[in-house]
């Protein structure tokens, strides 16, 4: 509109060469008003000229934006959407198939098999994140008769009937038995089995291997033994024999990239008094190595040991004098460990992330010498020793005689009896087996009765070993999946953050593992599946923790509008304003030269 | 009691039985031929001529070659095993050194002065057993490693622009050897807690105990020095063997006011000391798990020689040395403790008189009966220590930020005439001197300018040097080195060495927060090859060699350091960048401006329209206003008496104009937000600055603070903040570095000692005001403590800081106790260790979530219970 004040002569200026005659024109034409109307065609030269800047400029801008643009490799943030999802709606499933066997009962496999079926489901507290698809098969032996109940089930048990008799549990070699059910049983598939037999002394033992057996007097009532079978598969072999509550079932002391450093410290409290040594190098093939051997597929294992000397503990013991010795109670037990003074060290030859235990051996000194830890009934431990979660045990060792007799002085080095030294490391394994949540007593007291475990040289017997597989599976991927989805959401949020190539191919090959392990996982495949679980977990906190995210130094969107806003404010606001200003004078003169253009011609 | 007596003498039996049994496992394993792990240590003191005294502490630990001793350890510390394993680290030397090495008046001959005397700050160098192209990659972790576990910024060496590669003229030079050094690294207790950490028995029990650190960082000079070798590669799956060699060398002032009072005269005499004197502490007996734990209280020839040669002079019927039950003395001077074994130095080849060495054997001492030697002098004596051939200084030349010169002297000592290592060959005596130089890359060097002048002749350059090595820096990404060899002539009185260098400018990112107070060029090192420190003192139990002593027969070549030089640089306003970046978009905001508006303008019509207005006469006022419209706006202005419609477009103006100051004030706020993080940074380092000049400049940086300062520049928000605890870090690294009292009254923003004394002065004048009966009490209370702090704060830094700590400990176990009560008050006690070993307070406590109690590993019903709990109390 301001435009139209100043239009009544500016026709004239379009015409560039002309412009000088064209104050004459409106003389010459009386119907012409030179306010509304004009008779050339308004020029584009000025308009054109603005806009080609205005397009350079918006043409230019891409090529900015592409220069100031920060790499971002693609992530596969659908995948790991749907990993989550699959994790978090359809459980886990493990299958495990259970095989009961009842010999020398006369009943029908079908009646036992729903019974035992019906007090599982009692019993199986489904775990929310991770839980199993169980089958069971019953087989009942009767001398010659051979019944089975799934008859044709997939699973079926490649038991031959009449491989196992009453009088294979007359002696009492509970090992010798053991070696016996597991030839029998022992195959390529990985079942539990339970043999119940009728006959003989009672007793129920779980095996080394994946089996156990029940021994029932002659007039037992089937029913019961299936209650107390059902207890045992629940109890044992899913849930490992662990107590609800001790420990929290998930919680796995490996560290983040499958690793787990034991740290053996021999702690002399004060060498003026006595320097005890140890060879450990002996304990650690014979008690150490099989152990380490047998938990591979969970965790990669690696022992190292030192001596420490001045290693005070932190609190004061009391002296008991019916004990004669100096008592330890569990209300200081937190004090018990002297940060400052046991120089425990982590270790360098671990990487950053894998998980330390500490096992110490306290040797006390003169002054608190026998050293005894009260538990908080006010008994004596008979272990000696405590451990706490995630961080490893503690041991006490006294001396032999320390007290007894003060002229009892070795002043240079002694060996640690090495008979004493496997007892300690049995405590330690039992600590060790206790921070993975296992018991480390070995009888199971279920609702129904006790089941005796037979302990595994190995430290781990099978069954356990499964339970670990299966837990560290499915830790691990729910692990894996919550970290690469707080790891999307991160990325989603910070827009400007700058993402390796590196981090996208960590991503990626997480995301391949977990798959693996979950079709694993679902086909049984125990130890592979808690491989690759890890394998997955440990790729996904390696791209979290990729330096380059924690790195605080990304371009931050608001530092970008901070440099360049101060040159394409006030440039492009120029550059705006003109090419409107154009653009509506134009509109305006455009009008003009149509008025008149209509005009002439209604005038023609 | 014979019942009593009879259980008694069985488990007596059993007992013996057992320990035979014990000892002959221990028997057993001893001759299966594995050598154990060995630990040694021993102190060497040393009365030097300018009445200080040089103690020198040497722990050795050796590691035999073992097929397990990689991971199971007794004696050897595990962390440097490993570090050895992961790095295969060959050879490695690490200092930490505050002070510099008076090679003039503390000698430079020596065996402890040519190993021992290190350049300021930390000289790291390792010698890998990896393929070339592994190198870099092992020395990166290395430094990474060390750093945390010396609690120093050693991985500041990790760049590439912080290291160099020696090829020959360093000492241990292999191809597979890295440098470095940071010469501003300040040293502390900080830094002594992990080494000692490293020795079994700390410092606990042993000579170690005697390490009190306030005496120590009292001292002139001290050097804490880690070397370790690794022996024997193993080839069969063998883990090397691995000696471990620490060092502390610190040189003292013994506390001599009562003899210097009593014989203000005499001038001469020596100072008296004894251990308990210079420590504060006394030797109870030895670190059981020690081979050896000898002390030697050494003479060197110099001493020996003028002792001699009083003796002659005084009487020539001086007794015999004479011993009493407890003393043991000498002519000229006397010792509270009767020496073991004197030892005399064999074949000294230099002079006619040996040194002499005195073995004291700490296991004959107990904690009854403490070990405290002490040396009286008798009479004065004054003497020389043997200098190395030359000696070498260096200093700037030229002023300015644009150019200069180093210039590198070497002044003969002229103590030492007739030079044995000389090379005799043609006629002509020479001396043989190696020279490596680190130069950072920012100090451009210029190779062509090396000027050599000897004796104050320039001489051509071919001449004198034999041998030249040069690896010119590259900008930014590696540091340039120059080594040497000079050929002096014997009569050499003294040489130097110029070169000039052109000051380059750093990028803003890589100005230290303290850029004013200029970058270092780390030490030189001149060694003499052709000259080797060595002491012979033949034991005659070679079956008891002590560690040290057989250091001092090594054959090591005399190196001795020059002294750090500080080249300031331009320093750059550090805002700058923004306000070029600002500047420069302006004009070119308003070239486009104004060309868009040239290229826009209509002439002819802006002529005409002028003429109409001048047709219509308006007033001169307006029309001159409508003209400056016009030009400002670009175009023709419209009289203000145009049509009606204009109001609204007014409006739309208005707007627009609205708009443009809003968007013009946010790109403002951006610019104070970017600009004022600079600029406080800034301003933080002219502090710094303003501050650091009250005091020795290289006692002032601090370690932690360069990492603070790295994450300020990326956190604009946290700054008062970082800021805050900097000074507090330093202010507790003051302290620590010895400083007169007069420097702590005047740095008033030293935040820790200027509150304690404010905090004193004004509890001391608000007691009294009830008390007002006694003015006398009141004047003593309101004065005492004031003057007691500064007291404390000058003399005894250390306790300060130990009490700082002690009470930040109590207050973090005060903590624990109340999450102890708190989960107790809960039931839930067994916890207590869970959060003990996370480290968790009461502070932490209340900050964290259910999941990171169940990331603890606490159930989920006590997890509700402590976040209820929580929840409650907060």
């Known amino acids: 509109m301001a435009e139209i004040s100043e239009a009544h002569d500016s026709d004239s200026s379009k015409l560039q060469d002309s412009g000088s005659e064209a104050p004459q024109r409106p003389e010459s034409e009386p119907d012409f008003d030179p306010k509304t109307m004009r008779k050339t065609k308004p020029g584009l030269k000025r308009l054109f000229l603005t806009f080609s800047v205005l397009f350079s400029f918006l043409l230019g801008f891409p090529f900015l934006w592409k220069s100031v643009e920060i790499y971002r490799s693609p992530l596969p943030f659908r995948e790991i959407d749907s990993l989550s999802t699959q994790l978090r709606s359809d459980n886990l499933l493990f299958p495990l198939h259970f095989h009961a066997l009842f010999v020398g009962f006369d009943s029908e496999p079908d009646g036992l098999r729903r019974s035992i079926l019906s007090e599982i489901a009692k019993l199986a507290s489904q775990n929310p994140k991770c839980s199993n698809n169980y089958t069971l098969s019953v087989t009942v032996d009767l001398d010659s008769r051979c019944l089975r109940s799934p008859n044709l089930s997939p699973h079926s048990s490649t038991y031959q009937c009449g491989s196992i008799t009453a009088t294979d549990f007359v002696q009492n070699d509970d090992v010798a038995v053991d070696k016996r059910l597991a030839s029998v049983f022992g195959g390529k598939t990985k079942e539990y089995s339970v043999a119940v037999v009728k006959g003989g002394s009672e007793r129920a033992v779980v095996g080394k291997h994946r089996h156990a057996w029940l021994v029932v007097g002659d007039g037992s009532e089937v029913e019961v033994a299936a209650v107390k079978v059902a207890e045992l598969l629940v109890k044992v072999f899913i849930n490992g024999g662990r107590e609800e509550g001790s420990i929290r079932n998930e919680f796995m002391p490996v560290g983040a990239d499958g690793k787990i450093v034991l740290s053996f410290n021999l702690l002399n409290a004060d060498p003026r008094d006595w320097v005890y040594d140890w060879d450990f190098e002996k304990i650690d093939d014979t008690l150490l190595a099989p152990m380490i051997e047998a938990l591979a597929p969970v965790a990669n294992i690696s022992v190292e040991s030192q001596v420490l000397y001045h290693t005070p503990k932190a609190s004061f013991s009391y002296w008991n004098q019916k004990l004669e010795s100096y008592v330890f109670s569990t209300k200081d037990l937190p004090f018990f460990v002297n940060s400052n003074e046991w120089h425990l060290d982590t270790s360098i030859a671990a990487g950053g992330r894998s998980k330390i235990l500490q096992f110490a051996v306290y040797v006390p000194s003169a002054k608190e010498c026998p050293l005894l830890l009260q538990l908080p009934n006010g008994e004596i431990s008979k272990t000696n020793g405590f451990i706490s979660p995630m961080w490893g045990g503690v041991v006490v060792w006294n001396p032999q005689g320390c007290l007894k007799d003060s002229e009892f002085k070795p002043s240079t080095k002694n060996i640690i009896p090495i008979q004493d030294l496997e007892n300690m490391f049995e405590v330690f394994i039992g600590q060790f087996r206790q921070l993975f949540g296992f018991k480390s007593v070995n009888v199971y007291a279920g609702a129904s009765g006790d089941w005796n475990l037979l302990p595994s040289e190995r430290g781990f017997t099978e069954w356990e070993l499964d339970v670990l597989s299966r837990q560290h599976t499915c830790f691990n991927l729910h692990s894996c999946a919550t970290t690469l989805g707080s790891l999307s959401r991160l990325v989603q949020s910070l827009p400007r953050m700058i993402i390796m190539d590196e981090i996208g191919k960590q991503v990626k090959f997480s995301l391949e593992a977990a798959k693996l392990a979950l079709s694993n996982a679902s086909s049984g495949v125990y130890e592979s599946s808690a491989a690759s679980s890890s394998k997955a977990s440990s790729l996904a906190e390696d791209a979290f923790f990729h330096p380059s995210i924690m790195s605080v130094s990304y371009y931050s969107f608001e530092h970008c509008f901070a440099v360049y806003s101060p040159f394409f404010l006030p440039v492009s606001m120029h550059v705006v304003l003109a090419a409107l200003r154009e653009l509506r004078r134009y509109k305006q003169e455009n009008a003009k030269y149509l008025a008149w253009k209509a005009k002439a011609n209604a005038a023609s | ?874």
């Open chain 2, 1 to 874: 009691m014979a019942l009593l007596r009879r259980p008694l003498l069985l488990l007596l039996l059993i007992l013996t039985h057992q320990f035979l049994h014990s000892w002959i496992v221990f028997g057993s394993v001893n001759e299966e031929g594995q050598k154990q792990e060995e630990f040694f240590e021993e102190l060497l003191l040393k009365p030097l001529p300018d009445r200080k005294l040089l103690t020198h502490f040497h722990f050795q630990s050796s590691a035999p070659p073992s097929s397990s001793n990689g991971r199971h350890h007794h004696l050897f510390p595990k962390a440097i095993s490993q570090l050895v394993q992961k790095f295969r680290v060959k050879e490695m030397e690490l200092s930490f050194t505050q002070g510099r090495w008076n090679y003039e008046s503390w000698g430079g001959f020596d065996s402890i002065p040519s190993s021992n005397a290190k350049p300021p700050g930390v000289e790291l160098w390792a010698v890998f057993d990896v393929p070339q192209h592994l190198i870099d990659a092992m020395w990166k972790n290395l430094t990474h490693t060390l750093s945390g576990l010396f609690c120093a910024s050693i991985n500041f060496l990790e760049s590439s622009t912080a290291y160099s590669a020696p090829e020959w003229s360093f000492p241990p030079a292999s191809g597979n050897l890295r440098y470095g050094t940071l010469p501003r690294e300040a040293v502390c207790t900080e830094n002594l807690t992990p080494w000692l950490k490293l020795l079994p028995c700390r410092d606990k029990a042993g000579i170690s105990m005697l390490l009190d650190r306030p005496s120590i960082y009292r001292g002139f000079y001290h050097s804490q020095r880690l070397h370790l070798t690794s022996t024997g590669s193993g080839s069969e799956g063998l883990d090397p063997g691995i000696i471990l060699e620490q060092t502390l060398t610190v040189v003292l002032l013994p506390n001599s006011q009562r003899a210097s009072l009593a014989r203000a005269s005499e001038k001469h005499v020596q100072p008296s000391w004894s251990l308990s004197s210079i420590f504060g502490k006394e030797v109870s007996g030895k670190c059981v798990l020690a081979e050896t734990s000898n002390v030697y209280l050494l003479l060197d020839r110099g001493l020996v020689a003028e002792l001699k040669q009083l003796h002659k002079e005084n009487e020539k019927s001086a007794e015999k040395v004479s011993t009493s039950e407890n003393n043991w003395t000498n002519p000229s001077f006397e010792l509270s403790a009767k020496p073991d074994r004197i030892f005399i130095e064999e074949s000294s080849l230099l002079s006619k008189n040996p040194s002499i060495l005195y073995k004291f054997e700490v296991e004959k001492y107990s904690e009854s009966e403490p070990f405290d030697l002490g040396l009286t002098w008798k009479i004065p004596v004054v003497w020389l220590c043997q200098q190395a051939p030359l000696h070498a200084s260096r200093f700037l030349m030229g002023s300015g930020n644009e150019r200069g010169a180093i210039a590198i002297s070497l002044k003969s000592t002229q103590s030492s005439e007739g030079f044995v290592g000389a090379n005799f060959d043609d006629e002509r005596c020479e001396l043989q001197v190696d020279v490596f130089q680190v130069v950072p890359w920012y100090v451009k060097v210029y190779f062509h300018s090396l000027q050599v002048f000897v004796d104050q002749q320039p001489k051509a350059v071919s001449d004198i040097i034999e041998k030249i090595h040069v690896s010119p820096s590259k900008d930014k990404v590696s540091p340039g080195v120059m080594e040497l060899v000079l050929k002096l002539p014997c009569s050499v009185t003294s040489a130097a060495l110029t070169i000039e260098f052109d000051k380059g400018f750093l990028h803003i990112d890589e100005y230290p927060p303290d850029a004013n107070q200029g970058f270092d060029i780390p030490s030189a090192i001149v060694s003499f090859p052709n000259f080797h420190a060595s002491m012979v003192f033949l034991e005659n139990d070679s079956l008891n060699q002590s560690p040290l002593l057989s250091k001092f027969q090594e054959k090591s070549p005399v190196m001795s350091y020059t002294e750090v030089l500080l080249v300031p640089l331009t320093t750059p306003d550090f805002s700058m960048p923004y306000n070029v970046i600002t500047i420069t978009c302006t004009v070119f905001a308003l070239y486009f401006g104004s060309l868009l508006n040239a290229l826009r303008r209509r002439v002819a019509e802006e002529e005409r329209f002028l003429k109409d207005k001048a047709a219509k006469k308006t007033g001169r006022l307006p029309l001159l206003l409508s003209k400056l419209s016009g030009k400002l706006r670009g175009r023709q202005s419209e009289p203000p008496h145009s049509t009606p419609g204009s109001s609204s477009l007014v409006n739309s103006k208005l707007v627009f104009k609205v708009i443009l100051i809003a968007g013009l004030a946010r790109v403002e706020m951006y610019a104070d937000q970017v600009e004022g993080a600079g600029k406080r940074s800034v301003k933080e380092r002219l502090n710094v600055n303003s501050f650091d000049n009250s005091i020795p400049r290289r006692q002032v940086t601090g370690k932690r603070q360069r990492q603070d300062e790295k994450w300020e520049h990326d956190l604009y928000q946290d700054v008062p903040q970082v800021s805050n605890r900097k000074v507090d870090a330093r202010d507790l690294r003051l302290k620590l570095q010895k400083k007169s009292l007069q420097q702590v009254s005047q740095s008033g923003r030293g935040a820790l000692s200027g509150v304690r004394d404010l905090r004193d002065k004004l509890s001391g004048t608000m007691n009294p005001q009830p008390v007002n009966a006694d003015p006398p009490k009141l004047k003593s209370n309101a004065a005492k403590p004031a003057r007691r702090s500064v007291a404390v704060e000058t003399s005894e830094p250390e306790p300060k800081k130990a009490a700082t700590m002690t009470e930040r400990k109590k207050a973090q176990q005060k903590a624990d106790a109340s999450v102890e009560g708190f989960l107790q008050s809960l039931g839930l006690e067994k916890y207590v260790i869970t959060f003990q070993v996370e480290e968790v307070d009461m502070t932490a406590l209340v900050h964290m979530t259910d999941d990171d109690l169940k990331a603890l590993g606490i159930p989920m019903g006590p997890r509700k219970k402590i976040i209820l709990a929580l929840e409650s109390r907060g």
